[in-house]
């Protein structure tokens, strides 16, 4: 598998991971984001799956 970064066009053989709030408007998980390691720009943004589960699970204790 080959990609290209969309905006320096060069080959990108892995992406670097980085933490990145998400922000909603009243709360704040834990993301990540995956940067190209040549011009760094944004590929792609995740919810941290684990923060995400945490997250599920006390929400549903509250309820
Ligand atoms: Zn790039």
Not at 49 to 58: C, R, S
Request: charge should be positive; proline fraction near 8%; hydrophobic fraction near 35%.
């Amino acid at each position: 598998m080959s990609s290209k970064c969309p905006k320096c066009e060069k080959p990108v053989d892995h992406v670097n991971a980085r933490a990145m709030p998400i922000q909603a408007s009243t709360k704040q998980w834990r993301g990540v984001s995956y940067d190209c390691p040549h011009c760094h720009t944004i590929l792609s943004v995740a919810l941290d799956p684990a923060a995400f589960k945490e997250e599920f699970v006390q929400d549903a204790k509250r309820r």
